[in-house]
């Protein structure tokens, strides 16, 4: 399976977008592909240009956007049509219902940081709402978990077995988890959240609430692609380089689809189902979380999408979380990483962008699997494979394992 054949249904961000904001975001764009400036990142107090190569001298804008010569056919007319929805506005005349899409529902187009309509990059000024900060009334538009109670019929708890092996009156509600709410943009959000109180008044607060979220760069030139993991015949999919990749390059940015806390009761985990399928998260998002991988043994679609939570997150520092107890992302292409206990890249995620990205510890030949560590690969080999065994159903046989 390829990054791009997983981008399926439109994103209902974007089809909730103003006409306004679609204008701004196709000049800022079109703003941006002309642009003889290469776009800046800082590292700490640094700022240097991101290097697609470490080997190249020059930035090569060709190589860069050639993702837009090979766009198909509707990601073209969709082009197409954003233009003459510049044109309408530009002329002050009404935009025909037909041209409020920027993106088509094959398409998965996000705009790379650095315009100055929705700005990402982590230049980009970040201060948290103050007065969002400080108001304490409950906001209406997010769900109260405890009201999903009433989505799951008694009948499908009965029958759960997840509801028997987690289910407590005691448990609800969880402070960890009282309120589930979207994060992009409006009306469509892009990354589902399951959080406590404090997380959701901090989300509120963030710079990006509301807006939409990009993944960088576009799909179609992010160097990796997906397909059947060499690791193990039992592994499932895995993550490959599609090119060379330099020692500290940063293979691309995406938002989490969702994100809950790594310690979740039963009851909660039982809202997963709903949750996902109750249009919390937009049909993109859901697809697309829908087609990740779950290691656990499921009798009914509640504890499948539970166990594609359990198999795929990656823990997430925020700032109203400790390490010992953080909130989790699942994400389309990041989750896609297999483990090895001699990893070829790290994960990092910013809060300030909302974005997980993968960081090549060592060159990556084109073809060469990609591998995350999920576990401390300082620690003993028995405790290591007692950890992956545990939580992620697997024995590690990787070089510094072996496989016995
Ligand atoms: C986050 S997912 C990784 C992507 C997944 N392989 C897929 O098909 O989408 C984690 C799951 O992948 C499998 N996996 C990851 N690393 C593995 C390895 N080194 N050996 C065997 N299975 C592995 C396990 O089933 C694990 O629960």
Redesign the pocket.
């Known amino acids: 399976m390829s990054s791009s054949t997983q981008s399926g249904a439109r994103s209902g961000a974007q089809d909730q977008m103003s006409p306004s904001d679609i204008t701004a975001l196709e000049k800022a764009f079109q703003d941006m592909l002309s642009s003889t400036q290469v776009k800046t990142v800082s590292e700490g107090s640094t700022t240097t240009r991101e290097p697609a190569h470490e080997d190249s001298e020059e930035f090569d804008f060709e190589d860069e956007y050639s993702w837009l010569d090979r766009m198909t056919p509707s990601e073209s007319a969709a082009f197409e049509r954003a233009a003459l929805e510049t044109l309408f506005t530009a002329e002050g005349l009404p935009v025909p219902a037909e041209f409020r899409y920027l993106l088509t529902s094959e398409s998965d187009i996000a705009f790379p940081s650095g315009n100055d309509v929705y700005d990402h990059s982590l230049t980009a000024r970040f201060s948290l709402d103050e007065t969002e900060l400080k108001n304490p009334a409950a906001p209406k538009d997010f769900f109260d978990i405890q009201n999903l109670n009433r989505a799951i019929s008694p009948a499908d708890a009965e029958r759960s077995d997840v509801q028997k092996r987690f289910r407590n009156p005691s448990d609800a509600p969880d402070p960890n988890a009282a309120c589930i709410m979207g994060f992009g943009a409006d009306n469509g959000a892009h990354v589902g959240v399951v959080c406590d109180p404090r997380t959701r008044q901090f989300l509120r607060a963030h710079p990006l609430f509301r807006k939409p979220l990009c993944i960088e760069p576009h799909y179609s030139a992010i160097p990796v692609y997906?397909a059947p993991?060499g690791?193990?015949a039992?592994?499932?999919?895995?993550?490959f380089a599609a090119c060379r990749i330099t020692v500290k390059e940063r293979l691309f940015r995406e938002p989490p689809l969702l994100i809950s806390p790594a310690r979740i009761s039963g009851h909660i985990a039982l809202q997963f189902d709903t949750f996902v399928v109750d249009r919390v998260v937009p049909p993109r998002v859901r697809a697309a979380y829908d087609a990740?991988?779950n290691?656990w043994p499921a009798s009914n679609n509640a504890e499948h999408r539970f166990g594609i939570v359990r198999?795929?997150s990656i823990a997430l520092n925020f700032p109203t979380r400790t390490r010992e107890d953080p909130l989790t992302g699942c994400f389309q292409l990041l989750?896609?990483?297999?483990?090895?206990c001699m990893p070829n890249v790290v994960f990092e995620w910013d809060y300030k962008t909302f974005q997980g990205s993968l960081i090549a510890v060592r060159p990556i030949e084109a073809g060469e699997e990609i591998?995350l560590s999920?576990t401390d690969i300082s620690a003993r080999k028995a405790v290591r494979r007692e950890t992956?065994q545990r939580?992620?159903?697997?024995?590690?046989?990787?070089l510094k394992c072996g496989p016995n």
Not at 335 to 340: D, I, K, L, M
Not at 391 to 398: A, G, L, N, P, V
């Open positions: 997906i993991s690791v193990h039992d592994a499932g999919q895995g993550l990740l991988h290691c198999t795929n989750s896609r990483a297999n483990h090895s591998f999920y992956l939580m992620y159903r697997f024995k590690c046989t990787c």
